[in-house]
C-alpha cells in the first residue's frame, strides 16, 4: 500500500492546506518522503463536525457490530505487512523485532476490546426495580448504565509509534466505548500514521458506520492539536507525551466553556528498591537486569527505571560494578528524534555537573547521529532529599541511584516522590516484613507495585494498571492500558420509571442483551 499524505476527515481525503512537513529517518537524520500537509482550521471543523454527527448513532450499534468493527481494524493493519513495519522503522529508528512486537501488542489490544464489548459488563448495568407497596414511601424503579462520553481527540505518542498511536490504546478504548475518535498523529511518524489511518478508515467503510466514526489530521505546528482540546464538540482527550505538552493540553481543556477530562501519561522515574537482604544475596544480578531494562529501547519508555533506592553497603557497590560492566557492553542506540537526542543529552550533561553527583557507569560512545549513551549515576539520600531537581525525568538511558542510610529514609524518600507509573521491589524472603511496611507509602504513589523486576514491559490484561498519582498522570483514578482504560471515556446515566419501551436494550426487563447486571445489588442475568 502507498503512503497516502491526506488528511483523513471522515470517508473523505483531503489534502492539508496549511503549511507541509515531514517525517526525519531516526538513524540518518533525513527527510522523508512524501510531505504532510497541515489540516487548516475550517478542515479540524470539517473533522469534528463528521464525529458530532457520527456519535449518536455510533454509541447505539449492536456491541457485535462494534467488537467486529476493532476486530477489523486489526485485521486491516496485519494486512498492511512488510509496508507498515519498514516505515516504522524507517521513522522511529527502534529495530524490526521492536516494531513487529508493538505491531503485536496494538492488534491484540483490538481485540481485547472486541472482547470486552461483546461481554458488554463495560456496560456497568445496574437495576432497582420498582416497589410500589413499599412503606413508608413506594420506590420508584431505578436503571443505570455507562454511556460513551462523544467524540474523542487521541494524540499520538513518540516513543510507541503504533501501541500508543494512531489505532493505539487510547483509540481502541474509546471506539470501545461507543466514541468516535478525530487523531492528530505524531510529527515523528507521519507515514506510519497514515498507513494505520488507512487501515481504521477501510474498516469504518468495511463495516458500514458512519464516515465521522474516524478522522486523522496531520498539523504543521500546534494549532489543530490545539484546537482540537478546544473545540465544544470534542469531549475527551487521549494523550501521551512529556508533562510540559500534557499540562498544555490540561490547561486549554480547563479554560472551556465545558471544561471536559484530559488522560494524559507525563512524566515517571519510575524507583527501584533495593531490600538489604537482596542487595545482599544477589545484588550482582539485579545490577546486570537493571542495566538491561534500564538500556531497553534506548531508555525511551515512561515505565524506564530512572532512579534507584537502596541501603548503603558494599552490597551496593556490587550491584553498581554489575550495572557498570553491563552498560559498558551496550552500544549507543539511535533515539526517537533528534530533538528528543538533543534533550537527552543536554539533562544527562547537567546532571554530570552537579556538585553532588558522580556518574558511575556509561554504555559505549555514539557512532552515529541522534544515538543516546546509557549513564548510571550515584548520589546520597541527603542531596537527592535537598534538591527536588534530582526527580525529574530523563528521557532516555539515564538512572540514578541513591544511597539511603536506612530503611526509615528510604521510606522518607518515597513519600517525597511525585506520582509515579511504577515501583520496583527487588526484595528476598527475609526483606518481606519490610517491605509490607512500605506498601501503604507506595500505594499513595505509584500506580503498579511489581517484585523482583522492572517496569518495562507492560502487560496488556484485565488486570494492568498503567497510571497513578499526577504527574505520572493527569488522573491517577484512570489507566491507559488494559481493558479497564475503557472507563476513560463513560459516564453514568440514570432511568428513573422509563417505559420499557424507550429503555436502551441493556436496561430492558427482559434484558435481551443476556447481560450480567446488577439487580437489587445482586450480580443476574435473569431477566
Known amino acids: 500500500m502507498e503512503i497516502c499524505s491526506d488528511l483523513l476527515i471522515g470517508q473523505q481525503t483531503q489534502a492539508g492546506s496549511q503549511g507541509s512537513t515531514q517525517s526525519i529517518e531516526a538513524a540518518s537524520g533525513k527527510p522523508l518522503s512524501p510531505a504532510f500537509g497541515g489540516a487548516s482550521a475550517a478542515q479540524l471543523d470539517a473533522a469534528c463536525a463528521l464525529a458530532w454527527q457520527a456519535a449518536d448513532v455510533y454509541r447505539e450499534l449492536p456491541l457485535e457490530s462494534r467488537a467486529a468493527f476493532l476486530e477489523k481494524i486489526a485485521q486491516n493493519i496485519l494486512d498492511l505487512g512488510d509496508v507498515l ?56 424503579d431505578l436503571r443505570l448504565r455507562y454511556v460513551p462520553l462523544g467524540p474523542v481527540a487521541v494524540f499520538g505518542a513518540s516513543n510507541f509509534p503504533l501501541a500508543f498511536s494512531v489505532a493505539g490504546g487510547d483509540t481502541a478504548s ?102 538489604p537482604h537482596a542487595l545482599a544475596n544477589r545484588g550482582a544480578a539485579i545490577g546486570t537486569a537493571f542495566a538491561a531494562s534500564l538500556a531497553l529501547g534506548a531508555g525511551q519508555f515512561c515505565t524506564n527505571p530512572g532512579l534507584v533506592l537502596a541501603i548503603d553497603s558494599p552490597a551496593v557497590d556490587a550491584f553498581i560494578d554489575a550495572a557498570a560492566t553491563a552498560l ?156 479497564l482504560a475503557i472507563d476513560r471515556f463513560l459516564r453514568p446515566v440514570s432511568y428513573q420509571d422509563m417505559p420499557d419501551a424507550l429503555l436502551p436494550d441493556a436496561l430492558k426487563r427482559a434484558n435481551p442483551l443476556g447481560l450480567t447486571r446488577r439487580v437489587d445489588g445482586k450480580l443476574t442475568t435473569a431477566d
Not at 182 to 187: E, I, R, T
Not at 198 to 222: I, Y
Not at 359 to 372: D, M, W
Not at 427 to 450: C, F, H, K, S, Y
Open 85 to 140: 513495519v519498514e516505515r516504522c522503522v524507517q521513522e522511529s529508528g527502534l529495530p524490526r523485532g521492536r516494531i513487529e512486537g508493538e505491531r503485536g501488542r496494538t492488534v491484540g489490544q483490538l481485540r481485547m476490546f472486541a472482547a470486552v464489548v461483546r461481554q458488554g459488563d463495560f456496560l456497568g448495568v445496574r437495576i432497582d426495580p420498582a416497589q410500589p407497596e413499599r412503606q413508608p414511601l413506594p420506590r420508584v
Open 174 to 275: 474509546a471506539l470501545a466505548a461507543g466514541c468516535p475518535v478525530v487523531a492528530k498523529a505524531h510529527p515523528a511518524h507521519l507515514g506510519t500514521s497514515a498507513l494505520v489511518g488507512q487501515a481504521v478508515r477501510k474498516a469504518v467503510a468495511d463495516c458500514g458506520l458512519p464516515d465521522g466514526t474516524f478522522s486523522l489530521l496531520f498539523d504543521s505546528g500546534l494549532e489543530i492539536g490545539q484546537g482540537l482540546v478546544s473545540d465544544a464538540r470534542i469531549k475527551a482527550v487521549g494523550f501521551t507525551g512529556s508533562r510540559r505538552g500534557g499540562l498544555a493540553l490540561l490547561k486549554l481543556a480547563a479554560a472551556r466553556h465545558e471544561p471536559i477530562p484530559v488522560y494524559a501519561e507525563m512524566s515517571s522515574i519510575n524507583p527501584v528498591l533495593l531490600f
Open 328 to 483: 559498558a557492553a551496550t552500544p549507543a542506540a539511535t533515539m526517537l528524534t533528534p530533538g528528543i537526542h538533543q534533550a537527552y543529552e543536554s539533562a544527562v550533561a547537567k546532571l554530570a555537573q552537579h556538585a553532588q553527583v558522580d556518574t558511575v557507569a556509561q554504555g559505549k560512545e555514539a557512532s552515529g547521529p541522534a544515538q543516546g549513551r546509557a549513564t548510571l549515576f550515584s548520589t546520597t539520600a541527603e542531596a537527592f532529599s535537598r534538591d527536588p531537581a534530582l526527580q525529574d525525568e530523563i528521557f532516555g538511558a539515564a538512572s540514578l541511584v541513591v544511597r539511603c542510610p536506612d530503611l526509615a529514609t528510604m521510606r522518607d524518600l518515597v513519600e517525597k516522590l511525585e506520582g509515579q507509573l511504577t515501583a520496583a521491589l527487588h526484595i528476598d524472603e527475609a526483606d518481606q516484613a519490610d517491605a509490607r511496611a512500605l506498601l501503604p507509602t507506595l500505594e499513595r504513589r505509584v500506580g503498579r507495585i511489581l517484585v523482583n523486576g522492572f517496569g518495562t514491559g507492560v502487560e496488556v490484561g484485565h488486570a494492568m494498571v498503567h497510571g497513578g498519582p499526577y504527574p505520572s498522570t493527569a488522573d491517577g483514578r484512570s489507566t491507559s492500558v488494559g481493558s
